[in-house]
């Protein structure tokens, strides 16, 4: 099936341009992070749902290992890779490669966003479920992430969102500096990755903390082939 995605795709408190994105230009500035509750029309986030669940369940591996080149933070997870979502999904990719999202994120990050030439990167699938389960601290490759909250668990079951605005240093991560954020199914977020040291809580129990991540780059970012982690990651 081809998707055709236009502005009817989006919840209607958002506009889907760069205009519309310049709105939340000031807050992204300040925080290099950006929540967007609800970003999809309820029709269309369930289409979005019921296909990352039907790719996680038919295509997902089981990853458990230290990043080395994170000063061996944890990786314990389940997850899809890009270039399998652009396998076995046509909507995803056109969702990613909509015109218009891309310039709602430009609009945001004052800056041109691109697509990310890894393709294991550019919208992978998440998932944390068991007790213990963790995506440790790190900085992205690429400049840009847009994440889309397909399952979520209680927040005081864990999997919530570590950041700090601005710093590069995971040691950060463990003092007063860091922002803690929660989120809903529905739920978004936009945020530069590659210069905001992040990381997913563990989950206390077990509980459904699936996610699917599209990433971009920008001027910067957008030569490099090959992320660093998508090896070991989704290799």
């Known amino acids: 099936m081809v998707y ?35 970003f999809f029309n309820n029709n269309s986030f369930q289409t979005l749902k019921a296909e990352v669940l039907r790719i996680f369940e038919q295509h997902s591996r089981r990853r458990d290992f230290l990043m080395k080149q994170d000063g061996n933070t944890p990786r314990f997870m389940s997850n899809v890779s890009g270039n399998a979502v652009a396998e076995h999904s046509s909507l995803i990719p056109a969702i990613y490669h909509n015109s218009q999202l891309m310039d709602f ?31 440790g601290g790190h900085l992205d490759t690429y400049a840009f992430v847009f994440v889309i909250f397909i399952q979520t668990p209680p927040e005081e079951v864990g999997g919530c969102l570590e950041f700090v605005p601005h710093s590069m240093e995971i040691s950060d991560l463990d003092t007063p500096l860091v922002h803690r ?43 490099i082939d090959i992320s660093y982690s998508s090896d070991t990651l989704y290799g």
């Open 4 to 38: 055709q995605v236009n502005t009817s795709f989006f919840n209607s408190n958002y506009d889907p341009s760069r205009e519309g994105g310049t709105l939340f230009q000031q807050e992204f500035t300040l925080n290099t992070y950006v929540k967007l509750p609800s």
């Open 181 to 223: 954020v929660g989120h809903n199914v529905g739920d978004c977020y936009f945020m530069k990755a590659n210069k905001t040291v992040h990381r997913v809580s563990p989950l206390l129990e077990e509980a459904q903390r699936t996610n699917i991540i599209f990433t971009y780059a920008d001027e910067e970012t957008q030569n």
């Open 105 to 135: 994120f430009s609009g945001i990050a004052g800056t041109q966003v691109y697509v990310a030439p890894d393709i294991f990167e550019r919208h992978a699938i998440h998932r944390l479920e068991k007790r213990g389960d963790v995506h």
